[in-house]
């Protein structure tokens, strides 16, 4: 039986990078994420790594390095945070164009400005149509085993697709936690060596990254859709095996004491966790509330949104990031236009929290869920609050 | 080709198939020379951006119209003036 340890949850993250045994990294640090980016370093200079550590001057140069390692045939990781993230933007776009299955953890942070190194989610929101696969984790395991997952996932045959893996900056990146560590022996039997589709290889020659001219680019973006949209069945699949192997279950929607809920908060990422204390405690005080966790952001889970919310009043979403001008958080425009089509939606009540690293305490539930009764009593549901904000 | 056809990332699996396409198919100006003025320097052959000007067996010039853009460039470098551009008819 696997001994569970205290250790950061950054570091933890490190941890599932080696037993994944990865070839190549490149990486450029950056606040909340270093400790990932330091701790990678040591490995490989100890020996304790066989891989390649590229140094860059820059995100763009540490994403346009991970395209050519992943090319070359390379299991190949990166991380990165907010600024990091908006510089390497314009790679990260070709890499799912290219299909280059590289694993990135974001450790999300506010972008600037004003320039702030808080957690919030406006950096992954930024890249969210980047066509990667894109995943939140919630505490120091399930980063952990999703990093693990990702690779597995995003190098499998059907799949063939870059993978986020969305971390919380400090009220993850840095908290020390108890993690539960796989040996060697078990990853290397679940994560088998990357066999790539294409790989760039002179005595094979192939083009990567042409040039498409009008009459094919919309077949090119049809193909990208359609595969990310079929990586779910692998994700889940994926997700059972590991589930079987650690008895850590993973899905793309997850519910808490959702049964008999009239009102579920939607979260993602290390806020679940505090709205789940939040859900206890309402419960305890007998109001009919729970919580619905997107765990899977890319491709988004429709299905399993729809079965999770079927039958409920009221959707309490708290989103992490603003669209200026916007119909509303990015999460809340989504679950809204994902419900359109039906006649008996739930009433989708959206509050902006948490930006850069505000606190949204249990206590702050209560008040978003009040808040929300009186939204729905005067009919002011459409649009969005941002909570807390001083008038 | 449809979308079902492309490869995983879009790959070519074909070295060099970019020659199969027909930039012929831009042109709407096509380039004639002039013999009597043409002094065989092989001016236009050197400019051509395109690679589509070829030496004819009487070691005259002529435009591979496959490729040809009609640019205008071996027009204009012409020394003698042998070289100008027709409309491209339907």
């Known amino acids: 039986m696997p001994k569970r340890v ?131 984790g919630e505490n120091g395991q399930e980063i952990f085993d999703l990093t693990l997952c990702a690779f597995k996932i995003a190098e499998d045959h059907r799949v063939i697709l870059p993978f986020i893996v969305n971390m919380d900056g400090f009220i993850l990146s840095h908290v020390i936690e108890p993690v539960e560590l796989l040996d060697q022996e078990t990853v290397d039997k679940f994560l088998p060596v990357y066999k790539p589709v294409y790989r760039l290889d002179p005595d094979n020659p192939v083009t990567m990254g042409a040039f498409a001219m009008p009459d094919l680019y919309t077949e090119t973006k049809k193909a990208q859709d359609e595969r990310l949209k079929a990586s779910k069945p692998v994700i889940e699949e994926i997700w059972k095996e590991f589930g079987d192997l650690t008895g850590r279950y993973y899905s793309p929607i997850e519910t808490y004491k959702a049964e008999g809920a009239k009102t579920l908060f939607v979260t993602m990422g290390g806020f679940s966790e505090t709205a789940s204390t939040a859900v206890d405690m309402m419960r305890e005080e007998g109001e009919p509330v729970g919580l619905c966790k997107i765990r899977l952001w890319r491709p988004f889970p429709f299905e399993d949104f729809w079965k999770a919310v079927k039958g409920v009043d009221t959707l309490i979403v708290i989103d992490r990031a603003t669209s200026y001008g916007g119909p509303g958080g990015p999460v809340a425009s989504e679950l809204r236009s994902a419900l359109y089509t039906w006649e008996d939606a739930p009433k989708v009540v959206d509050f902006i929290a948490g930006l850069a690293g505000r606190d949204v305490a249990p206590g702050d539930y209560k008040k978003m869920y009040q808040r929300a009764q009186q939204r729905i009593a005067s009919g002011d549901i459409a649009g969005y609050e941002i909570y807390g904000v001083r008038e | 080709m449809t979308w079902k056809d492309l490869n995983i990332g879009c790959v070519i699996t074909e070295p060099g198939n970019a020659a199969e396409y027909k930039s012929g198919d831009w042109r709407s100006m096509r380039p004639i020379w002039d013999k009597d003025r043409c002094i065989q320097c092989g001016v236009c052959y050197i400019f051509c951006p395109d690679a589509a000007i070829y030496k004819t067996e009487d070691n005259y010039f002529e435009a591979d119209l496959y490729y040809c853009k009609g640019c205008g460039i071996c027009v204009k470098e012409c020394v003698t003036g042998a070289i100008r551009l027709v409309e491209e008819e339907e």
């Open chain 1, 6 to 136: 205290g250790m950061e949850v950054s570091i933890a993250a490190s941890e599932a990078v080696r037993l994944a045994n990865v070839d190549a990294i490149a990486a450029y640090p950056i606040t909340p994420q270093t400790h990932i980016v330091e701790h990678l370093s040591e490995f490989v200079a100890n020996g304790e790594l066989d891989a390649e550590f590229i140094p860059v001057e820059s995100e763009h140069s540490a994403m346009s390095v991970c395209c050519g390692t992943s090319a070359a045939g390379a299991r190949t990781f990166t991380c990165t945070s907010s600024q990091g993230l908006a510089l390497m933007s314009e790679i990260v776009f070709i890499a799912s164009a290219m299909q280059l299955p590289i694993v990135m953890i974001l450790a999300n942070r506010s972008l600037s400005g004003p320039l702030s190194i808080w957690n919030d989610h406006t950096d992954v929101m930024l890249v969210r149509d980047c066509g990667w696969i894109q995943c939140f």
